[in-house]
C-alpha cells in the first residue's frame, strides 16, 4: 500500500515500506520494481507516471526483444529447455539449466548491464558443467570462450585429440564422452574391441571375412551399406552416403 497517496495503476514500482525528505524538501519514498531493483523515488514522479519502472525494465518494455542481449537470453534458454534446439544435447541433455531467475528477461538484463555486459561479449558459464546463474557465469571475448569449450578439453596435460590418438579413438567420442559429465578413467577408457571409432560403423564378431558392417541414417530411417573387410572401407562407404545425400 502506498502511504497516503494514489499512484496511477501503470505504475509498476512498490512500495517498500520507507520515507524520506531530501536537503531540498523533496519527498520520496523507497520502492521495489517487479524485477527486485530498489531505488528512492519522488513522490510527484509517481503521481505523474514519469517514473513507471525501472530502467532496465523499460528497456524491455521498448524494443529489447530486438537487442543482441535478448537473442542470448533467448539462445540461451532454447539450448537448455527445448529438445528441437540443435545444441539442446550438449546442454539440456546434460542437465545444464537456467536458474530460476532467470526465467525473466529484465533480471537477467539487470545482472548483465551490472556485470560488465558488452556488445562485443558472450556469456560463458565459469564451471562448464555448471548451470546458467549469476554466481557461476560473466561476460567474456569469444577468442576466450573457445578455449573453455569441449574442443579445448585438457587432461593431463594433453587435449582430447592427443588422448584420441593414444587411444585409438576418435575425438567425437571422447567430446561426446565429456559432454555427458564423464571425467577420469570413465573418460579415457579404450574403446571395445568390437566398437569401431567411425560414427555408423560396427563390428559384427560372428563374420570373418567381412566383420565390419556400415549404415547410416537419412529421413529417420537406417540403412544398412553393406559389410567391409576393414574399418575404414565400411566409414568410406558411410562418409560417401552422406556426401551423396547433400
Given at each position: 500500500m502506498w502511504p497516503n497517496f494514489k499512484v496511477p495503476k501503470s505504475v509498476k514500482w512498490k512500495f517498500a515500506g520507507k520515507r524520506r525528505r531530501t536537503k531540498h524538501y523533496t519527498k520520496e519514498v523507497w520502492c521495489v520494481c517487479v524485477c527486485?531493483?530498489?531505488?528512492?523515488?519522488?513522490?510527484q514522479n509517481l503521481k505523474q507516471e514519469?517514473?513507471?519502472?525501472?530502467?532496465?525494465?523499460?528497456l524491455v518494455q521498448h524494443g529489447s526483444s530486438r537487442t543482441r542481449l535478448?537473442?542470448?537470453?533467448?539462445?540461451?534458454?532454447?539450448?537448455?529447455?527445448n529438445p528441437n534446439s540443435g545444441n539442446y544435447k550438449y546442454y539440456g541433455a546434460r542437465g545444464i539449466k537456467v536458474c530460476k531467475q532467470w526465467d525473466?528477461?529484465?533480471?537477467?538484463?539487470?545482472?548483465?548491464?551490472?556485470?560488465?555486459?558488452?556488445?562485443h561479449l558472450t556469456?560463458?558459464?565459469?564451471?562448464?558443467?555448471?548451470?546458467?546463474?549469476?554466481?557461476n557465469c560473466e561476460w567474456i571475448p569469444p577468442s576466450e570462450q573457445a578455449n573453455n569449450t569441449t574442443r579445448n578439453v585438457v587432461v593431463d596435460g594433453k587435449n582430447l585429440s592427443q588422448w584420441a590418438k593414444e587411444l585409438n579413438v576418435s575425438r567425437s567420442m571422447l567430446q561426446g564422452r565429456y559432454q555427458r559429465g564423464q571425467t577420469g578413467k570413465q573418460l579415457l577408457r579404450p574403446r571395445r574391441k568390437e566398437s569401431s571409432k567411425y560414427p555408423g560403423v560396427s563390428f559384427d564378431p560372428t563374420s570373418k571375412q567381412?566383420?565390419?558392417?556400415?549404415?547410416?541414417?537419412?529421413?529417420?530411417?537406417v540403412y544398412g551399406l553393406g559389410r567391409f573387410e576393414t574399418e575404414r572401407q565400411a566409414y568410406n562407404?558411410?562418409?560417401?552416403?552422406k556426401q551423396d545425400e547433400n
Open positions: 527486485g531493483k530498489k531505488r528512492w523515488i519522488p513522490v514519469k517514473s513507471r519502472q525501472c530502467h532496465s525494465c523499460s535478448y537473442n542470448i537470453w533467448k539462445i540461451m534458454r532454447q539450448r537448455c529447455l525473466s528477461f529484465s533480471n537477467f538484463q539487470v545482472w548483465a548491464l551490472s556485470n560488465n555486459y558488452k556488445d556469456i560463458e558459464r565459469i564451471n562448464v558443467n555448471g548451470h546458467y546463474r549469476p554466481g567381412k566383420p565390419w558392417r556400415a549404415r547410416s541414417g537419412k529421413n529417420g530411417k562407404k558411410v562418409r560417401k552416403f
